[in-house]
């Protein structure tokens, strides 16, 4: 049987908890102080461990500390103020959760229910390298799905940072379907890509007639995922004023619709992203600084995929296994194709990994994928430096190799230079490069924003300031 270590000073509150925790067919034990909690731990070892904050002879987080190989692997950490810092500290030093007095009965049969099972989804033997959705198993790779862990099963608020195609809404999903929310909503929103008119009343919904246009009543994402998840992704290009709106909610866990000024209650889990730096964009004014702060509660970083080259293998070889049940023909990489995934950067991280994938099995007439119709370094260095000397048979159709296969496509006005002539502006370098990168990327805007170092948010701007400026830019 499991047993469980309640330190509690307040006799009534660890009578109420004990006899919860017996009633789910538990041993239990309970300490009044630190020193006590120490015995306990000594008499029998517990697997989880309900922790007051507030002893008479110290701080449950001195217990957090001193000892980190006795504790238990699962630690609740109980304070009487709903200080975030404090939750959150107890989080960084290892608590799964922490619950603030008055305890719910129910918030603690849920952790019970957690420790009976030892459920964890990602631990099934017989597929090892991933974690739910996600796979590899380098040593960043580790360090995140820990993060996800620990934070999946609370309600706070989690900053996920990253370049583009790192996997920052998987990690969303994975925080949502290793929470209590699981059966609930999960619902994504790109702030970037909601126009600046619109995006308030998306995002917190309107009441009829609150301006024209708005004809009837609607519910907005925090309504629609009520009990569930809201995915905030690109979250520095909302609009600063919405910024304030969303701190509110944040903080008060209240919203208004637009065009109301009756409050509601917003029932959300809120996962924010961004490819930005976030200190960056708060420096550049583009994200709150109170905003940044309340999301960054729990921040976790997604490495580019250049930085888990030992990842790259594992990911190739699931991608395909997925084509190959999709197509229903088999095919496989040859080992020096995987041997040489390592030799390209892959500026677009997993997603560009996943379309390189896609590409080869398409391509790659054998049943066997050889490194040929892999991307190299050299499509990317030669298109920089304009000369792109690649053998003729990697780029049959315009799909083969995205960026260089322009030529073969027979496209005649094939450009890999851009000569700026001294006396242009920077903005009109920039848009020279950037119209001749789209070109070369065959208006592939995702690898367009990957090869040109810059977000996809960024270059939708830059085109959508050419044609307002009539500048333009075909085929957009
Ligand atoms: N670790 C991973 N394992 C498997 N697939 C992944 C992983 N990371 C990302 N992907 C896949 O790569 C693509 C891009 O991921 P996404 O989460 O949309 O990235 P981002 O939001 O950072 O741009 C998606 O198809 C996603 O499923
Ligand atoms: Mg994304």
Known sequence: MDHVLIVDADIDSATMLRGLVASQQFSVAVAHSLR??????????????????????????DLLSENEARLPPKLVLMTSNASLDSAVEALRMGAMDYLVKPISPSRVEFFLSGLHGDKKPHEEPEKPGRFGKMWGTSAPMKKVYE?????????????????????????????HELSSRKDMPFLAVNCGAISPN????????????????????????????????????????????????????????????????????????????????????????KLREDVFYRLNVFPIELPPLRDRLSDLPLLATHFLRDVCEQEGRAK???????????????????????????????????????????????????????????????????????VLSAQSAGNTENVTEVHVPIGFTMDQAEKMLIQATLKQCLYQKERTAAVLGISLKTLYNRLKSYRANNEGVEKL
């Open 147 to 175: 993060q996800i862990e620990r934070v999946a099963t609370t309600s706070i608020t989690v900053l996920v940072t990253g370049e583009s195609g790192t996997g920052k809404e998987l990690v969303a999903q994975t925080v």
């Open 332 to 402: 496989e990489f040859s080992e020096a194709a995987l041997n040489q995934l390592s030799l390209y950067p892959w500026p677009g991280n997993v997603r560009e990994l996943r379309n390189a994938v896609q590409r080869a099995y398409v391509m790659a007439p054998g049943q066997l994928i050889g490194p040929e119709w892999l991307p190299v370094a050299d499509d990317l260095t030669s298109l920089k430096a304009g000369e792109s000397q690649r053998p003729l048979e990697r780029r049959q159709g315009p799909e083969a190799l995205g």
């Open 36 to 61: 006590d909690a120490r015995r306990q731990i000594i008499l029998q070892t517990p697997q989880l461990i309900f922790l007051d904050s507030m002893l008479p002879d110290g701080n449950g987080f």
């Open 198 to 285: 619109l995006i308030e009343s998306e995002i917190f919904g309107h009441e009829k007639g609150s301006f024209t246009g708005a004809e009837r009543q609607h519910q907005g994402f925090f309504e629609r995922a009520a009990g569930g998840t809201l995915f905030l992704d690109e979250v520095t290009e909302m609009p600063l004023d919405l910024q304030v709106k969303l701190l509110r909610v944040l903080e008060t866990g209240r919203f208004m619709r637009v065009g109301s000024t009756q409050s509601r209650q917003a029932d959300v889990r809120v996962v924010a992203a961004t490819n930005r730096v976030p200190e960056q964009a708060v420096a550049e004014g």
